[in-house]
Every structure is written in C-alpha cells, then in structure tokens.
C-alpha cells in the first residue's frame, strides 16, 4: 500500500498505516513549529521542555524526561542545551537533587513561542470542521483509554 493512501480509497488500513499517519501529522506540525521557532534559536523539543519545567517546578530530571517521553540521559543533554543558552538556572532542592527554573527573559519567549504553535496547529487542522476534529479526538481518546492493554495501567475489570 503506498505511504499516504487518499481516506476514499477502499484499502483496508492498518494499525501500522493509522501509526504512521498521526507520527506524519505530528511531525509535520512539529517542523511546522521548528521553522518558526528558529528565529527565537529554540526547536519545538525545547519548547516543550521549558513547558513541563515552567508547569511543573521541583520536578527532578528523571520525572521531567518521563514527562517528555526521552530517556534520562537525552533529556540531560536537552538540559545543558537550555542551561547553556541560558533558558534555565539550576538548583539544589532536597539532598542532591536538582530542579530547573526558567529565567524571567524566557519566560517572556515561551509565552512568544506558544503563541506560534498554536498559529501553527490551527492551520494545520483549519480544513476540519468543528465536527470533525470533535470526532477525531473522541476516537483518538479511544485508542488512549485502551492503553491498559500495554500494561501501562491496570486493566479497568481490575479496578
């Protein structure tokens, strides 16, 4: 079946061809971001670091790079990244643990680099009606709430 396949034709998808089209419009609207976003020297990725880190303040390292779905070490080199380009100050909180705070010239930034993913994502899904992106997220909420089936959470028979 080829890459991207028009919804009216009759193939069968699967799993596989649903997986590789949300990975394509995810990233598509995460290079959307990126190009846009380089006039501030920031990727998206870093973006939404400094969201978590802004969001949730005293997290550790290891909480934020679950968070961000990035291995601890990843999300460490993302955090020299930010601490270098003088995004973030660094702290010691309980024992040797270190927390992350952005600084007041970031914060100014973030709120900038917000407003250009929301731009980008509204004319990414313009074409859809209200109905339709309704409908999109009640079936995208499906795949979600069947996530136990990963072993991710306990099964809801279970509860």
């Known amino acids: ?3 991207y396949q028009h919804a009216d034709t009759p193939a069968e998808l699967t799993p596989e061809d649903l997986d590789r089209l949300i990975s394509a419009v995810k990233n598509l609207g995460r290079h959307g971001i990126d190009e ?3 006039v ?3 990727s998206a990725v870093q973006c ?3 969201q978590l880190i802004r969001d949730y303040p005293g997290l550790s390292q290891r909480q934020l790079a679950r968070l961000m779905g990035q291995s601890e070490q990843a999300f460490g080199t993302l955090l020299a990244r930010l601490l270098t380009g003088g995004y973030l100050v660094r702290r010691r909180a309980r ?3 270190l927390t992350h705070e952005l600084t007041a010239h970031r914060r100014v930034m973030l709120h900038a680099a917000k407003e250009i ?3 980008v994502l509204a004319l990414l899904f313009v074409s859809l009606t209200g109905r339709e992106r309704r409908f999109l997220r009640l079936l ?10 990963l072993r991710l959470l306990p099964s809801p028979e279970s509860s």
Request: aromatic content about 10%.
């Open 95 to 97: 024992g040797r643990a």
């Open 1 to 3: 079946m080829p890459r």
């Open 117 to 119: 993913g929301e731009e």
């Open 140 to 149: 995208l909420q499906k795949v979600l709430d069947a996530r136990w089936r």
């Open 40 to 42: 501030f020297g920031m």
């Open 36 to 38: 846009r976003l380089w």
């Open 48 to 50: 939404q670091a400094l």
